[in-house]
């Protein structure tokens, strides 16, 4: 081959080499945006889910956190079926929910406690009928009342968690103490009056007993078992009280009484009634037999 040739072949080998290498760079400069517009266009969709987060979060509701407000009729409603629900699942439970001090007056054992309350929901569905909330320092009080007139006194520390009483007399609430210290003498024995029956309608006949004055009863009811034996024979499963006429004689206070059958309000009886007050708020009474 003459040298002309050479340099004509050599000539066509450089040209074809640079055609090459303008290939190869054209395609890495392609390769090289399209991943810059892509790294933009993410950037652009990162930075959109971020301005719309908020919006992204409310448009799916189980998201949120709705606060619902329970109101004191709900939440009186609510404790007086939790305590009916412990006793019936498990009395043992619901009689470690009294309050102490009340458990300690009231119930000498578990026994009586459990007697009480089975006699009390045997025969009648328990249904809510009032109620009345009290806000002090330290907890709440709802004192609650059935369609048979007994009470439940939850006094709640925090939310479901509370204690109860079964009644209004074994321990004075502090609402009674107020109203009593404000009252006239007269009102008060109407006070006394009404515990007392209260008692007897809860069957509760240790206090009523505890409650007679000490001569009256040794030369009445020697024991309570005589006192008990006599107001079931006297009185009514369900007495309601309405005052008649008073006089005060000295330090006694002569109220006479007609009673009503709570069952069969065609049913009286009419009977007197002689109170004393003591200190504080306790009393002694006696009743024509």
Do not use: W
């Given at each position: 081959?003459?040298?002309?040739?050479?340099?004509?072949?050599?000539?066509?080998?450089?040209?074809?080499?640079?055609?090459?290498?303008?290939?190869?760079?054209?395609?890495?400069?392609?390769i090289?945006e399209?991943?810059?517009?892509n790294?933009?266009?993410?950037?652009?969709?990162?930075?959109?889910?971020?301005?719309?987060?908020?919006?992204?979060?409310?448009?799916?509701?189980?998201?949120?956190?709705?606060?619902?407000?329970?109101?004191?009729e709900?939440?009186?409603?609510?404790?007086?079926?939790?305590?009916?629900?412990?006793f019936?699942?498990?009395?043992?439970n619901?009689?470690?929910?009294?309050?102490?001090?009340?458990?300690?007056k009231?119930?000498?054992?578990?026994?009586?406690?459990?007697?009480?309350?089975?006699?009390?929901?045997?025969?009648?569905?328990?249904?809510?009928a009032?109620?009345?909330?009290?806000?002090?320092?330290?907890?709440?009080?709802?004192?609650?009342?059935?369609?048979?007139?007994?009470?439940?006194?939850?006094?709640?520390?925090?939310?479901?968690?509370?204690?109860?009483?079964?009644?209004?007399?074994?321990?004075?609430?502090?609402?009674?103490?107020?109203?009593?210290?404000?009252?006239?003498?007269?009102?008060?024995?109407?006070?006394?009056?009404?515990?007392?029956f209260?008692?007897?309608?809860?069957?509760?006949?240790?206090?009523?007993?505890?409650?007679?004055?000490?001569?009256?009863?040794?030369?009445?009811?020697?024991?309570?078992?005589?006192?008990?034996?006599?107001?079931?024979?006297?009185?009514?499963?369900?007495?309601?009280?309405?005052?008649?006429?008073?006089?005060?004689?000295?330090?006694?206070?002569?109220?006479?009484?007609?009673?009503?059958?709570?069952?069969?309000?065609?049913?009286?009886?009419?009977?007197?009634?002689?109170?004393?007050?003591?200190?504080?708020?306790?009393?002694?009474?006696?009743?024509?037999?």
């Open positions: 081959m003459d040298k002309k040739k050479k340099i004509i072949l050599l000539t066509m080998l450089i040209i074809i080499c640079i055609t090459i290498l303008i290939i190869i760079i054209s395609l890495i400069n392609s090289n399209n991943n810059v517009s790294n933009i266009e993410n950037s652009i969709y990162v930075n959109n889910v971020e301005e719309n987060n908020t919006e992204v979060i409310d448009k799916y509701n189980y998201n949120q956190y709705i606060q619902q407000n329970i109101s004191d709900k939440m009186a409603e609510i404790y007086f079926n939790d305590f009916l629900s412990n019936l699942r498990d009395p043992q619901a009689f470690n929910l009294l309050e102490s001090e009340y458990k300690q009231r119930f000498a054992e578990y026994n009586e406690f459990e007697t009480l309350i089975r006699e009390r929901y045997s025969n009648q569905t328990i249904k809510l009032r109620y009345q909330k009290i806000d002090y320092d330290n907890y709440t009080q709802y004192i609650c009342e059935d369609e048979g007139g007994h009470y439940y006194i939850f006094n709640e520390t925090s939310p479901m968690q509370y204690t109860v009483m079964l009644d209004i007399y074994t321990i004075d609430l502090p609402e009674f103490v107020e109203q009593y210290n404000s009252s006239t003498e007269d009102i008060k024995v109407q006070f006394n009056i009404q515990k007392f209260e008692a007897i309608n809860n069957e509760d006949y240790t206090y009523a007993y505890n409650k007679l004055d000490e001569t009256y009863k040794n030369n009445n009811f020697p024991t309570q078992a005589d006192f008990e034996n006599y107001i079931k024979t006297n009185f009514y499963s369900q007495n309601k009280l309405g005052y008649t006429s008073y006089e005060k004689n000295g330090d006694l206070y002569i109220y006479k009484m007609v009673i009503t059958n709570g069952e069969d309000s065609s049913q009286t009886i009419e009977k007197q009634f002689v109170v004393k007050l003591l200190e504080g708020t306790d009393f002694v009474m006696s009743f024509e037999k």
